[in-house]
């Protein structure tokens, strides 16, 4: 039996690796109180360092755009318009410029998931902010 310079006894060692058995098989967490366990990082969170992902931002990509509005749409929002868009953004407190974002879309458009929605919102963000309807008559 060698005890070298191990500051644990038999006992503690054989205890400690029937209290990460769990972990190593699984390969996450086992605990029932999810305080214990440090908060991983989500794929889907924005830099922090930048702030929040916003549509006129070089960082509006379509994905990203799509994952801040699938965050506060459910699947049941869609087939719909803009303005009933807004209206959930709004109620789920969605951060403003996600629901400004929504204002230059025209009114008659009905976009069938997240997908289509922020194609067209990074869309609308990179030819500028005025909507079809509005925009004034070429000379």
Do not use: I
């Not at 996450?28 to 908060?39: A, G």
């Not at 803009?82 to 230059?104: F, I, T």
Request: glycine fraction near 10%.
């Amino acid at each position: 039996m060698e005890r070298g310079s191990n500051r644990l006894s038999v006992h503690r060692d054989e205890e400690m690796k029937h209290e990460l058995q769990g972990l190593l098989r699984s390969g996450r967490p086992t605990r029932v109180e999810e305080w214990h366990d440090p908060e991983p990082y989500a794929d889907d969170d924005p830099p922090v360092a930048g702030g929040p992902v916003t549509p006129g931002s070089d960082r509006g990509s379509v994905s990203s755009v799509r994952l801040d509005l699938a965050r506060h749409l459910g699947r049941t929002s869609f087939p719909a318009g803009p303005r009933e868009l807004s209206g959930v953004l709004r109620a789920q407190y969605a951060p403003d410029a996600l629901v400004e974002a929504l204002e230059p879309l025209p009114g008659g458009a009905r976009y069938a998931n997240a997908q289509e929605l922020a194609e067209a919102v990074v869309r609308s963000a990179e030819t500028g902010a005025e909507a079809p309807e509005e925009r004034a008559p070429d000379a």
